[in-house]
């Protein structure tokens, strides 16, 4: 595990969005996995501002997202679908058929999740996946629990999600109690994973993170396990790393 700690917010999104372009400059059909939320939107500004200056093409790129709420249609301001094509994939040259993101209001929720997990494996996996952290240590919508499933999965949001979550709803009772996730293992399988946190809200799920002691209870941990997985995190994310962590990982600031 590669740590990264920048000084703020918008370090945090170049080191990300660097990441990115390199991967797609490497491969030009790269299947990318992405996230939702605050986190990765500077990332995602910086991407199009790299698009626009002609140094990334993504016509070749395919894409998976994470999770999606249950029972958000697609245009919905506050579905997963609305925000990635709002946010990114309508001001760069992805191609809509490469863009893959969970059906919430599927007929056939359980197809949809099986579905989903074989369109992964049929375009070869994922190359590069983009991971959140939330505040309770979940990495998709993958929330702590004593057994966590580990393909393509829906999953019964916490209260500690919702209440994160509801600062994008008019109200917390908006909040959708249930959405599709990937799995731990859909997210294992990816070839590198990028996991960003910022700000003194994630410290804590991110110092366990780091810790290498895996529970269920902080889903992020089971990253301790994949060969090639970059934290990179801002200042206040990294501030309760104790010493002797500190340590052992690479710190770049
Ligand atoms: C979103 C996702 C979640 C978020 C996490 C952090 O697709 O999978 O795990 O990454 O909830 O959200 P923010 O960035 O809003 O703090």
Same mark, same amino acid.
């Given at each position: 595990?590669?740590?990264? !700690?920048?000084?703020?917010?918008?370090?945090?999104?170049? /080191?990300?969005?660097?990441?990115?372009? /390199?991967?797609?400059?490497? *491969?030009?059909?790269?299947?990318?996995?992405?996230?939702?939320?605050?986190?990765?939107?500077?990332?995602?500004?910086?991407?199009? %501002?790299?698009?626009?200056?002609?140094?990334?093409?993504? +016509?070749?790129?395919?894409?998976?997202?994470?999770?999606?709420?249950?029972?958000? +249609? =697609?245009?919905?301001?506050? +579905?997963?679908?609305?925000?990635?094509?709002?946010?990114?994939?309508?001001?760069?040259?992805?191609?809509?058929?490469?863009?893959?993101?969970?059906?919430?209001?599927?007929?056939?929720?359980?197809?949809?999740?099986?579905?989903?997990?074989?369109?992964?494996?049929?375009?070869?996996?994922?190359?590069?996946?983009?991971?959140? !952290?939330? &505040?309770?240590?979940?990495?998709?919508?993958?929330?702590?629990?004593?057994?966590? %499933?580990?393909?393509?999965? &829906?999953?019964?949001?916490?209260? @500690?999600?919702?209440?994160?979550?509801?600062?994008?709803? #008019?109200?917390?009772?908006?909040?959708?109690? /249930?959405?599709?996730?990937?799995?731990?293992?859909?997210?294992? *399988?990816?070839?590198? !994973? &990028?996991?960003?946190?910022?700000?003194?809200? /994630?410290?804590?799920?991110? #110092?366990?993170?780091?810790?290498?002691?895996?529970?269920?209870?902080?889903?992020?941990?089971?990253?301790?396990?994949?060969?090639?997985?970059? !934290?990179?995190?801002? *200042?206040?994310?990294?501030?309760?790393? =104790? @010493?002797?962590?500190?340590?052992?990982? %690479?710190?770049?600031?």
């Amino acid at each position: 595990m590669k740590v990264i !700690i920048t000084v703020n917010y918008d370090e945090m999104s170049k /080191k990300a969005a660097e990441i990115v372009k /390199k991967q797609i400059k490497e *491969k030009h059909n790269t299947v990318l996995g992405l996230a939702t939320g605050s986190t990765p939107l500077g990332m995602y500004k910086l991407l199009i %501002e790299m698009y626009k200056r002609g140094e990334i093409d993504f +016509s070749n790129v395919i894409t998976f997202n994470l999770d999606e709420y249950i029972g958000l +249609s =697609p245009d919905h301001p506050q +579905s997963y679908h609305y925000f990635m094509f709002h946010n990114f994939f309508n001001h760069i040259n992805v191609k809509k058929e490469n863009v893959h993101i969970p059906n919430g209001i599927a007929e056939d929720l359980e197809e949809e999740c099986r579905k989903y997990e074989g369109e992964i494996e049929k375009a070869g996996g994922i190359d590069l996946q983009i991971l959140g !952290i939330g &505040v309770n240590g979940h990495i998709g919508f993958n929330e702590p629990e004593e057994s966590i %499933e580990t393909k393509t999965h &829906v999953v019964t949001l916490t209260e @500690d999600t919702i209440n994160a979550n509801k600062r994008f709803f #008019k109200s917390a009772e908006e909040v959708p109690r /249930k959405a599709i996730t990937m799995g731990l293992g859909s997210i294992m *399988k990816a070839k590198k !994973i &990028v996991l960003l946190a910022s700000g003194k809200n /994630k410290a804590e799920a991110i #110092k366990e993170t780091i810790k290498g002691q895996l529970t269920t209870k902080v889903p992020a941990t089971v990253l301790a396990l994949h060969p090639d997985v970059t !934290i990179i995190i801002d *200042k206040e994310a990294a501030s309760l790393i =104790p @010493d002797e962590d500190l340590k052992e990982i %690479e710190v770049i600031i």
